[in-house]
């Protein structure tokens, strides 16, 4: 199907407002407050990469709940100016300290990985993912990225309304930590929308890493205080965890989906799991299925039931990856293979993964996660596809009150099976849910977007690529249209499935769950490169907007 925005295709509407579009400049985020940050940046004569990364400083003030300094950063970019492509995975390691037997001295022999507190933290990378795309592929400096993220920690900024929901539902955790409650539970309770939330510690670390760059959090001041928040908590993060950070360049993995070249993370990112479930599900005629009917959806979830059951089996830091069962896993020929497994007409009991050298499969992580993710391009060809998070709502729930920084739970995601390539150990990257993703036509990229929300980000990867390219949804409405879930032991259905099809799904022995949430968030802007026009499109699910000029 040969589509490009403007053509009105024969299809539902599933958005309550309409794509906006630019020439100059165009950043979708899920808060208005880091849009308005991004366009200005633009406004004064910034690039796609300058607008992006002030926007995600300012999410790190104004969205706390998902994002903030202490987590981790991963980005897609294509340079306008060189025309080449580059993919930045800035997320942080294991510290030294940590291990399975360093876990087993600490808590006892159930072996558990906390989900929360200070045993459950990496070193975040976001803060050093920041500087290196400016000092790569930006115009302005640091400081001039980080100004709005201060001014609205030093003032403060109303809570939005997804926000403050986010923030009531994590109460219990924040309120077990004195110095945590102090900071984020002013009043003694999380804000309501319309209040007003400060954060002077954090204004003055920032202020930090303007004036000194990333080094004032990984060896300065900043990180001086962060060492000795994790001793006082018995926690494992220490200086020299800190200064040993370092971000890295990788190559992105690609597949071809109705035409299109579509780029994700490699390991220890998901953007594999994306990629096999786009190569097992373009081997049917979804077209003829139709939208969101029980035929597509089934076929939708059997692939990533098998992409998910390769997912728990293997992914890890890449250096316990095998090069050559990454590139099995991403191969047509694997998804052609692995497509024999599904019965078109009803579900199977349970899919195996692929077999290699790796021990039995350990149980699922991820999630539902918190995150922020978002997409922006301009007029000179350079397009950002970018994504920060603390994994659980305020992560770790650690907070250093000096700093004002939230810590993320990535290390929760590590494996407690000793056999698995994902186990624990120390300095090594934890098993990663957050991929930006792109898509390219004759080596022009002609889409940026992500669908945040831990488990769900392959899966909506797959949903809005389907909408777009076979569906012929405008962008907007891709990223509205009601979803589907696999949750590892059900499908989930948001409440634009029909009856029918939720039936139809039943009847082919699919277990289905009421849960309502979870769905992810969508932003994307969209390259139309024969117009000349920057289309953005932001998920009705968020709080956020897409702007231009």
């Known amino acids: 199907?040969?589509?490009?925005?403007?053509?009105?295709?024969?299809?539902?509407?599933?958005?309550?407002?309409?794509?906006?579009?630019?020439?100059?400049?165009?950043?979708?985020?899920?808060?208005?407050?880091?849009?308005?940050?991004?366009?200005?940046?633009?406004?004064?004569?910034?690039?796609?990469?300058?607008?992006?990364?002030?926007?995600?400083?300012?999410?790190?003030?104004?969205?706390?709940?998902?994002?903030?300094?202490?987590?981790?950063?991963?980005?897609?970019?294509?340079?306008?100016?060189?025309?080449?492509?580059?993919?930045?995975?800035?997320s942080g390691r294991s510290p030294h300290g940590a291990s399975l037997d360093a876990l087993r001295d600490a808590l006892g022999p159930?072996?558990?990985?906390?989900?929360?507190?200070?045993?459950?933290?990496?070193?975040?990378?976001?803060?050093?993912?920041?500087?290196?795309?400016?000092?790569?592929?930006?115009?302005?400096?640091?400081?001039?990225?980080?100004?709005?993220?201060?001014?609205?920690?030093?003032?403060?900024?109303?809570?939005?309304?997804?926000?403050?929901?986010?923030?009531?539902?994590?109460?219990?955790?924040?309120?077990?930590?004195?110095?945590?409650?102090?900071?984020?539970?002013?009043?003694?309770?999380?804000?309501?929308?319309?209040?007003?939330?400060?954060?002077p510690a954090l204004a003055l670390t920032l202020e930090r890493i303007a004036t000194d760059g990333s080094r004032a959090f990984y060896k300065g001041a900043v990180a001086e205080q962060i060492a000795d928040c994790f001793a006082q908590r018995n926690g494992w993060l220490n200086y020299d965890d800190l200064a040993a950070h370092h971000s890295d360049w990788v190559e992105p993995l690609t597949t071809t989906f109705f035409g299109r070249d579509?780029?994700?993370?490699?390991?220890?990112?998901?953007?594999l799991t994306a990629i096999e479930i786009l190569n097992l599900i373009s081997g049917y005629d979804l077209e003829r299925l139709g939208h969101n009917s029980a035929g597509y959806l089934h076929l939708l979830i059997e692939s990533i039931r098998i992409a998910f059951a390769d997912r728990t089996a293997h992914l890890a830091d890449s250096d316990s990856v095998p090069q050559k069962l990454i590139q099995k896993l991403s191969s047509p020929d694997y998804a052609k293979l692995r497509r024999r497994d599904i019965d078109p007409k009803h579900a199977a009991e349970n899919y195996r993964a692929c077999q290699s050298t790796s021990p039995t499969p350990a149980s699922s992580t991820g999630g539902t996660g918190d995150t922020v993710y978002l997409a922006a391009a301009d007029e000179h060809g350079n397009v950002i596809s970018l994504i920060q998070s603390l994994f659980g709502a305020f992560g770790s729930g650690v907070v250093s009150k000096n700093t004002g920084i939230v810590f993320q739970n990535r290390a929760s995601l590590f494996s407690s099976d000793p056999s698995h390539p994902n186990k624990l150990e120390p300095h090594k990257r934890p098993f990663h849910t957050l991929i930006p993703a792109m898509t390219f036509e004759k080596g022009l990229p002609t889409l940026s977007f992500g669908v945040m929300g831990g488990d769900m980000q392959a899966q909506g990867h797959a949903q809005v690529l389907v909408n777009l390219f076979v569906f012929g949804m405008n962008l907007q409405d891709a990223g509205d249209a009601a979803r589907a879930r696999w949750t590892g032991n059900a499908v989930a259905c948001e409440r634009g499935v029909s009856s029918t099809a939720q039936s139809g799904l039943t009847s082919?022995?699919?277990?289905?769950?009421?849960?309502?949430?979870?769905?992810?968030?969508?932003?994307?802007?969209?390259?139309?490169?024969?117009?000349?026009?920057?289309?953005?499109?932001?998920?009705g699910r968020k709080d956020g907007i897409s702007v231009g000029w």
């Not at 579509?262 to 953007?271: A, I, K, R, S, W």
């Not at 992810?520 to 998920?539: A, C």
């Open 1 to 90: 199907m040969n589509w490009h925005p403007g053509d009105r295709q024969a299809v539902a509407r599933y958005a309550t407002r309409s794509p906006v579009m630019a020439h100059r400049g165009l950043i979708s985020t899920s808060q208005p407050l880091a849009s308005a940050a991004g366009l200005a940046v633009f406004q004064e004569g910034g690039n796609a990469i300058d607008a992006a990364v002030t926007a995600a400083a300012t999410l790190s003030v104004v969205e706390p709940t998902m994002t903030g300094v202490g987590g981790d950063l991963f980005a897609l970019l294509h340079n306008g100016r060189s025309n080449t492509t580059h993919a930045l995975n800035a």
């Open 508 to 539: 082919q022995g699919h277990r289905l769950s009421a849960e309502q949430g979870g769905f992810g968030g969508f932003q994307g802007v969209l390259i139309d490169q024969r117009r000349g026009v920057l289309v953005g499109g932001s998920d």
């Open 262 to 271: 579509v780029l994700e993370l490699p390991p220890n990112t998901q953007g």
């Open 110 to 199: 159930s072996l558990a990985i906390p989900e929360r507190g200070p045993l459950s933290v990496s070193i975040p990378g976001a803060v050093d993912g920041w500087d290196i795309l400016l000092a790569r592929h930006g115009t302005i400096s640091l400081s001039r990225a980080l100004q709005p993220a201060i001014h609205y920690a030093r003032f403060g900024f109303a809570v939005s309304e997804v926000v403050s929901h986010q923030w009531r539902s994590v109460e219990p955790l924040l309120s077990q930590d004195e110095e945590t409650a102090s900071l984020l539970l002013p009043n003694g309770r999380a804000p309501l929308a319309g209040d007003t939330f400060c954060n």
